[in-house]
């Protein structure tokens, strides 16, 4: 389980956070909508340790993240980023395999290379895609690729940072799809920040809605239409009027 | 007020360097430990010395080479003025070994090396590579910077060394082809008047100048801005840096070796 405890965080005079309160129950899927720049990819990272919050808690599990022992916490997590964020001086193999070739988690080459073809099957690549570059591929292909990086240590947790940004109608709803199949499948703990409302619909359990700096509203997928909650009811809707204003 | 605004610009300017200088001596130290503590990413460091050190041989041979050739029919029209042109060989020796080889390969370094890896590093921050890094559990200091810094200071100091001995053979080709020189006369007149100290000094300030280039690089490159202005940015500031502190610590080498 995840929980973030009153989680500020401003950068300069910039108040981006501002008592982020949200608990995503081990095993269910967490998607966190909100409009660009309201802190979304902030919060996540704050989840991660990528950037340190000014206040507030943060606790995996119960244990407090500020305080965890950095490569054992991380090494329950998986994060699809959302440009795909691969290693350009690697092969499409050595990016997938990258925890399996070094550190705590690490293999035999041959058998690293084994699990990385794996797994690239397991997202719909085949192998020959492995010894490629990531400069080689699509875009859809390289969303493919961070996706089977992030469950190729098979983690607790796994964040999708806006998995459809960029593609296509079908090739967004392949990741969906994808993301979907690999959460349920391995029993992950997952949180996505998108403003993708049909990724929503495809990847979601529950869904928080985060505007200026604090959740607004927060429920099952199923009461997203039915919430009554005004700035929700605006952002799925994609209307420009309403309580969040459209200039921001 | 209006005379005041200067003073402001001035010291607020000057408080800018001192942060930047002690972020930077923050960073050093930080990478220099992580290059003390496993683990260590052997392919990285390999990548680096073939990177730095490799494939900077053309430039640096070339470089050295023409500045040799230069230097001694300088040293031969200058010595002319006084009847001093027999010291050819002994001014180019002491004259590459001492000031030019290390300082113009550093420069060198600054130019090819400090700005390929500023942008490397800073494209790879834009690009969310370094926050896959620390998600994928491996320290970005150890993986990117301990490398390559390590690798500079191992490597520039031979390139240095070879850049040295190309820059003696410049002035020579100049000296036996062009100014008459005896072949035999000038390699011994060379070997005799290098001194131990001399060949040490400047392979010490190789390694400083190699340290000094490749921190640079990695600093500026992880503190880029965001978008094709901020890799831009620091690539620009990475080269400038590294070439200004190249030479300011050239002279302090220099002052501490030589100055007695």
């Known amino acids: ?248 | 007020m209006i005379l005041l605004s200067p003073l402001q610009h001035l010291g607020r300017a000057v408080l800018g360097l001192l942060a930047t200088i002690g972020q930077v001596a923050i960073f050093a130290f930080d990478g220099l430990s992580h290059m003390l503590r496993p683990p260590f990413y052997w392919r990285e460091f390999l990548a680096a010395l073939l990177q730095i050190g490799w494939l900077s041989l053309p430039v640096v041979g070339l470089t050295a080479f023409f500045t040799g050739g230069a230097l001694a029919l300088q040293i031969y029209a200058g010595g002319a003025r006084f009847s001093a042109e027999a010291v050819v060989p002994q001014i180019v020796a002491i004259g590459m070994v001492r000031e030019l080889g290390p300082v113009l390969v550093g420069l060198m370094i600054a130019a090819r090396v400090t700005s390929s890896i500023a942008a490397e590093i800073a494209t790879m921050k834009v690009t969310e590579q370094i926050d896959a890094l620390v998600t994928l559990s491996t320290h970005p200091m150890k993986y990117l910077t301990a490398p390559r810094v390590l690798a500079a200071l191992i490597v520039v100091p031979i390139l240095v060394g070879i850049g040295d001995i190309i820059g003696i053979f410049g002035g020579y080709v100049v000296g036996v082809q062009q100014l008459g020189f005896n072949s035999a006369s000038y390699l011994k007149n060379t070997a005799d008047f290098l001194e131990l100290s001399d060949i040490l000094s400047s392979l010490i300030k190789g390694a400083a100048f190699g340290g000094i280039a490749a921190t640079m690089g990695c600093y500026f490159g992880m503190q880029s801005g965001r978008g094709a202005q901020g890799v831009g940015q620091a690539t620009k500031a990475s080269v400038q840096a590294a070439a200004v502190l190249i030479l300011a610590a050239n002279f302090i080498l220099t002052s501490v070796f030589f100055s007695s």
Do not use: Y
């Open chain 1, 1 to 248: 389980m995840i929980t973030l405890e009153n989680v500020h965080k401003s950068f300069g005079p910039k108040q981006v956070l501002r008592g982020v309160d949200l608990t995503i129950p081990k095993g269910e899927s967490m998607v966190i909508i909100g409009g660009s720049g309201t802190g979304k990819s902030v919060a996540l990272k704050c989840v991660l340790g990528l950037i340190t919050p000014d206040q507030g808690r943060i606790l995996v599990d119960g244990q407090d993240a500020a305080r965890a022992e950095r490569d054992a916490f991380l090494a329950r997590f998986g994060m699809l980023f959302q440009g795909g964020a691969l290693f350009d001086s690697l092969s499409v193999w050595q990016n997938v395999a990258f925890r399996l070739l070094r550190g705590s988690l690490k293999r035999p080459k041959a058998e690293a290379r084994e699990i990385a073809i794996e797994k690239l099957r397991r997202v719909g690549l085949t192998p020959d895609v492995a010894d490629l570059f990531p400069s080689e591929l699509s875009g859809g292909m390289q969303k493919r690729v961070g996706l089977a990086r992030a469950i190729a240590a098979e983690p607790e947790i796994i964040f999708f940072d806006e998995p459809t940004t960029g593609l296509d109608p079908i090739m967004s709803g392949v990741i969906n799809d994808l993301i979907r199949e690999i959460v349920v499948e391995m029993g992950a703990t997952a949180m996505t920040i998108t403003h993708d409302m049909t990724s929503v619909r495809a990847i979601a359990d529950k869904v928080a809605m985060l505007h200026d700096g604090v959740i607004k509203w927060t429920g099952p997928v199923a009461q997203l239409d039915s919430s009554g909650d005004p700035h929700l009811d605006q952002f799925i809707h994609g209307r420009a009027e309403g309580p969040i204003a459209a200039v921001r």
